[in-house]
C-alpha cells in the first residue's frame, strides 16, 4: 500500500480489514505528516500522538480479533468546538484557553464506540464566528493550495487538514455554511446534515437555531460513511430528531437518472466570479448528461438571507455566550477590584474583535424597543425562506448552485470589511435558516489552481438523495484525486 496519508476514509478502511496496514501504522504516519508540515498550514491547534497511539494500538487489537467496524482504526481530526473529554477546547477564544471538558459531546461518544482515532483538535474563527479561520486568537490557517489565501471558516482547520493530507477527515460545524464554504475554498467534501439529524450535545453553541455538526471528507462516500455513525437521535439534545438512521452508503451508486434538479436564479447573481460560474455550470450540464432533468427555480427571499441570519444568529450568540463571565470556569482578568469590573474586563480581553461585534449586534436586537422590530421580524422573514424551499422542492429533487461567489481570497484581503466577509457565505446561508441538508463538492479549478465548489440542496432528512447526487457527480470528475504540493521546510 503507498503512502497512507493519500487515501480515503473507505481505502483506510478496507486495507485495515484486509490486513494490508496496522492503525498504528497510519496514524503514526500521520502524526509525523503534522510534524512535518503543519508548522506551514497551521490546521491543529492541539496534537494528541499519545492518545492517538493508544487508541490505534487497541483498534488493531480489535481488527486482529475480528470485532472492528467499518471506521475501528481510521484517525480523524476534530474541530475545537466540539468537546472531548480530558483534551483542552478553546473554541478558538482567550476565554476558554485553559478550558478541558469533563465531558465528551455525543458525536465523540459515536466515534469512539467505532473506536476511531482522534488525532487532535483543529483551528476555526473564534466560537465559529467567521468566514477565513483569520478570527482565531491563536493562529491563522492557511489554504493548503496557496498559503497565502484563507481555507475559509469558520471549519477551516478542519478544512485545510484533509485537503493537505493531514487527516484522512474531520468534523466541522456549520451554522452559516461554515462546513461547505471551507470545503469549497480547500477542495474537498464538506456536508453539513438537516437540522436535528446530528446530536449537537457537547458543541459549544454559537446559535443554537442553526448550529450542526457534520463531515470534512476526500470523498462523498467517506461523508457518508461518518453520517452512519455520528446521525440518530440523542435524549441529551432537545432538538434532535428520533428518527431512524438509514445506511447512508446504500444506493449512491443509483445515478441521477430521472432525478430533477433545481437551478435557482437567485444563486446565479451579479457579481460571482467567472471561473466559479462557469464551473458550476458545466457540473449542471455533466449531471444533465448523465440523465438528470434541470428545472429552473425562483427562491424569492434568498435576497434576505443575509440580513436575517445576521440578526438571529447574532441574538442567539449574545444568550448563548453570556456564560463566559470569569466566575465558573475559563479566562478570568485578575486585576479587578470589584465584581463589576471583573466581568467587563474578563469579556473585554477575553473575546476577540468579531465575537464583541456580534455580541453587541445581538444584545442589541433583543433590547427593549428593538426585539419586534428586529428578531421577530427575522424569524418572520425566516418562515418566508422556508416556504421558498419547501415550494421548490415540490418541483425538483435536489437543488444545485455554486457553493462561494469566489475562489479563497487572499489572508488579510476582506478583514477589515466585515460586510463583504460575511458575503462569503450568501450561498449556503439559506439551508441553514431552513435547517435543510447540504454538501459541497469539488467541481473544477481556476485557472490559478484554486478549487471550486458546488453544492447539493435537499429537502429536510433527504441527505440520502442529496448523497446520491453528489457521489454521482464525484463519479463523472474526482476533483478530489489532486493533492497541494506541500514541501517540508
Request: aromatic fraction near 8%; include cysteine; charged fraction near 25%.
Amino acid at each position: 500500500m503507498s503512502l497512507p496519508a493519500y487515501h480515503t476514509v473507505r481505502d483506510l478502511s478496507r486495507a485495515l480489514q484486509d490486513g494490508a496496514v496496522s492503525s498504528t501504522e497510519i496514524t503514526r504516519e500521520y502524526l509525523d505528516r503534522i510534524d512535518r508540515l503543519d508548522s506551514q498550514v497551521k490546521a491543529y491547534l492541539y496534537v494528541d500522538p499519545d492518545g492517538a497511539m493508544a487508541m490505534a494500538r487497541e483498534a488493531d487489537t480489535l481488527i486482529r480479533k475480528g470485532e472492528a467496524s467499518p471506521l475501528t482504526g481510521v484517525p480523524i481530526g476534530i474541530k475545537d468546538v466540539i468537546c472531548i473529554e480530558g483534551i483542552p477546547n478553546t473554541c478558538g477564544s482567550k476565554i476558554l484557553q485553559n478550558y478541558v471538558p469533563p465531558y465528551s459531546a455525543t458525536v465523540i461518544e459515536k466515534l469512539k464506540s467505532e473506536h476511531v482515532v482522534f488525532l487532535g483538535k483543529l483551528n476555526m474563527d473564534e466560537f465559529a464566528m467567521g468566514s477565513s479561520t483569520e478570527n482565531s486568537r491563536f493562529q491563522v490557517t492557511r489554504n493548503p493550495w496557496d498559503l497565502e489565501r484563507i481555507p475559509g471558516g469558520s471549519s477551516g482547520g478542519s478544512a485545510a487538514a484533509v485537503a493537505a493530507a493531514l487527516s484522512p477527515a474531520a468534523l466541522g460545524t456549520d451554522t452559516g455554511g461554515s462546513i461547505r464554504q471551507p470545503a469549497a475554498l480547500c477542495g474537498i467534501v464538506g456536508l453539513k446534515p438537516t437540522y436535528g439529524r446530528v446530536s449537537r450535545f457537547g458543541l459549544v453553541a454559537f446559535a443554537s437555531s442553526l448550529d450542526q455538526i457534520g463531515p470534512m471528507t476526500r470523498s462523498v462516500w467517506d461523508a457518508a460513511m461518518l453520517l452512519n455513525v455520528i446521525a440518530g437521535h440523542d435524549p441529551k439534545d432537545s432538538t434532535s430528531m428520533p428518527r431512524e438512521v438509514p445506511d447512508y452508503t446504500e444506493g449512491l451508486e443509483e445515478g441521477v437518472k430521472g432525478m430533477r434538479i433545481g437551478i435557482p436564479d437567485e444563486y446565479f447573481i451579479e457579481g460571482i466570479d467567472p471561473e466559479v460560474e462557469k464551473a458550476v455550470r458545466d457540473a449542471i450540464e455533466a449531471l444533465k448528461d448523465g440523465g438528470a432533468e434541470v428545472v429552473r427555480l425562483s427562491l424569492p427571499h434568498t435576497e434576505y438571507a443575509i440580513a436575517t441570519y445576521y440578526i438571529i444568529a447574532t441574538a442567539e450568540a449574545s444568550s448563548n455566550l453570556a456564560r463566559y463571565d470569569g466566575v465558573r470556569y475559563g479566562y478570568r482578568e485578575a486585576s479587578a477590584k470589584a465584581l463589576k469590573e471583573m466581568y467587563e474586563k474578563t469579556r473585554s480581553e477575553g473575546f476577540g474583535t468579531e465575537v464583541k461585534r456580534r455580541i453587541m449586534l445581538g444584545t442589541y436586537v433583543l433590547s427593549a424597543g428593538y426585539y419586534e422590530a428586529y428578531y421577530r421580524k427575522a424569524q418572520q422573514v425566516r418562515t418566508l425562506i422556508r416556504r421558498d424551499f419547501a415550494e421548490a422542492f415540490e418541483k425538483c429533487d435536489v437543488i444545485m448552485t455554486p457553493t462561494t461567489p469566489t475562489p479563497a481570497f487572499r489572508v488579510g484581503e476582506k478583514t477589515d470589511d466585515p460586510l463583504q466577509m460575511y458575503l462569503s457565505d450568501i450561498f449556503t446561508i439559506s439551508a441553514n435558516l431552513a435547517g435543510l441538508p447540504g454538501i459541497s463538492v469539488p467541481c473544477g479549478w481556476t485557472q490559478a489552481g484554486l478549487p471550486i465548489g458546488v453544492q447539493f440542496l435537499g429537502a429536510t432528512f433527504s441527505e440520502p438523495i442529496v448523497l446520491r447526487a453528489a457521489y454521482s457527480f464525484e463519479k463523472r470528475f474526482p476533483f478530489a484525486d489532486r493533492y497541494p504540493d506541500l514541501v517540508a521546510r
